[in-house]
């Protein structure tokens, strides 16, 4: 492997600033940090001799960077040894403007590179850059350090942890930003997939989708309704194991594999089992599970399967509910072997309320579900007199997660 690495790659990429030097003291390579540290071009060091690019600051009559660099340049020459020089002020002439220096302060390490004869090849010579730290320093320490002064060495162990803090929190707004591009990439993605053509023909359904604090905003739980013609509508809620885009990329699939099994089954049973083997094919789909709901408007009649998902609440006009839990089964993919499904029905009337969800709604860390679920129909028949939209923010918002939860959550609420 180590033969597939491109170190130029590697050394132009590196966040400290590096030089190469040879044995005779020539620039034969800088990477773009050490550019950037210095405001040069490539062409302005390649060649030349280090004190021809970087002589002394002839205004300041203490200046010793030439003298105290040379001398470790020419220790690591003789000795073949990395040398690690104390901090340096050592400032650099300004690009464009003869006779003028900039003062700075240095954090140089020299390492010998030695060649197939043991002789020193090269020196990599590494710096950091910590002005800002000394000036820092300065400011709150008037008669601290003068020039050519060394700090003590705590001192310059802070400045050097003080460059790679500077270091971090550049490394920390690039990684932000990427997770803001992620972020709205994932939203996007999850808008499209959430899409239900048919949600904006009902007035009297409300859905509500919540991802799970601190996430990308994305999760594995959805919602679906879709119209049957000519008189029944079908809806569907769904919770892939996991949070983020790969938990969303997985729920997109199954959503829209039981979509297209219900409108062409007609019986959830069955458009449960379809989806059942379709996810034995889906990476991470495994473990899902998934409830289908069929409601037929000229009978009146609702008829549901569910695979390892919560019941749903049928919500009477006078606060009553009614759990719907006669035909429940294992997870997708928890039994080795196809077995068809379980399915019930039951009738319900006018005014009546069919309200789905995810496991985020009841669910709490050491808590048995069954209280979930008789916190649930307690908020639920405390608001039976409401619309869906206002059931659905009222009915969250008594439950203690208006702003999310730990996990994801997904509601449907439908009026019959």
Known sequence: MASLVDHAALFAATPSPYLVLGPDLVIVDVNRAYLDATGRTREDLLGRQIFSAFPD????????????????????????????????KYDIPVMNRPGLFEERWWSPV??????????????????????????????????????????EQAQALEAELYARARELQVLNEELRQAHTREREVALTLQKAMLHVPDLAKHGDIAVRYLPATGSLNVCGDWYDVADIPPDQLALAVGDVIGHGLEA???????????????????????ALEVLGLYSRSVEGALGTTALQALVDTRSRLITYSSAGHPPPVLLHPDGRCELLDQATD??????????????????????????????????????????????????????GGLGPERLADKALARLGVSGGSRDDIALTILRL
């Open 57 to 88: 600051n002839p205004a300041d009559p203490e200046a010793d960077g030439v003298r105290n660099l040379g001398a470790s340049l020419h220790r690591v020459l003789s000795t073949g040894r990395t040398d690690t020089m104390a901090l340096q």
């Open 110 to 151: 020299n390492t010998p590179v030695l060649g197939p004869d043991g002789e020193v090849a090269y020196i990599i010579h590494r710096v950091e850059d910590v002005t800002a730290f000394v000036k820092a320093h300065q400011a709150t320490h008037p008669t601290g350090i003068r020039v050519g002064q060394r700090l």
């Open 248 to 270: 969303a990329a997985v729920m997109g699939m199954l959503r829209s594999a039981l979509s297209a099994a219900i409108r062409a089954l007609e019986r959830p049973a069955q």
């Open 330 to 383: 294992p997870p997708l993919g928890a039994r080795p072997q196809h077995v068809p499904r379980p399915q019930a029905s039951l009738p319900y009337r006018p005014g009546d309320t069919l309200v789905l969800y995810t496991d985020g709604l009841i669910e709490r860390r050491g808590e048995d579900i069954d209280a979930g679920l008789g916190r649930l129909m307690d908020a639920l028949g405390e608001c």
